[in-house]
């Protein structure tokens, strides 16, 4: 069942991060880097961070989400994370149709994860998105941003 979760509380909040946390030490693996933002968020940055939620429950319990924010028709994914119990489940891929169906509206989602992160960039490929730029951060760590539009549903 997937339904939007309140990240403002405290009790969503450290489940949030009960997943995050293991879901980007595998992909800080993937990128051979711990400098991913994500591995070091609080309880207070999750119930700060002005991003809406949706979570992917399996027998009431939360073990998957989506974030984002929605700007001018422009939905920006922050967060598509799933526990690494939960791998290879198709969970990722029924949360981004989820996003996909409550905003028919939208004309562009954009999203970024590491270059090396593989299994996202496929899964990110399969629903229409496409690599748009890469970004070196100072730590060497390289980020791809990618897009997909009305035209590539």
């Known amino acids: 069942m997937i339904c939007k979760i309140p990240p403002t509380s405290i009790k969503v909040a450290s489940a949030i991060l009960a997943i995050q946390i293991p879901a980007y030490q595998v992909e800080a693996k993937y990128m ?6 994500r591995l070091y968020d609080t309880i207070e940055d999750i119930q700060n961070c002005n991003e809406t939620f949706y979570g992917y429950f399996f027998e009431n319990k939360l073990i998957g989400f989506i974030s984002f924010i929605n700007k001018e028709a422009i939905i920006d994914i922050h ?5 690494p119990d939960y791998f290879h489940r198709g969970i990722a891929t ?3 149709l989820h996003l996909f169906s409550i905003s028919p509206d939208t004309r562009k989602y954009i999203v970024q994860t590491g270059k090396a992160n593989i299994p996202a ?8 998105f496409i690599e748009v730029t890469d970004t070196i ?7 791809t941003q990618l897009k997909r539009t009305e035209n590539t549903k």
């Open 137 to 143: 951060l100072p730590d060497g760590l390289v980020l």
């Open 32 to 37: 051979n880097s711990t400098a991913i933002p």
């Open 121 to 128: 960039l496929s899964l990110y490929k399969k629903h229409g």
């Open 94 to 96: 029924k949360l981004l």
């Open 79 to 83: 967060r598509l994370v799933i526990s």
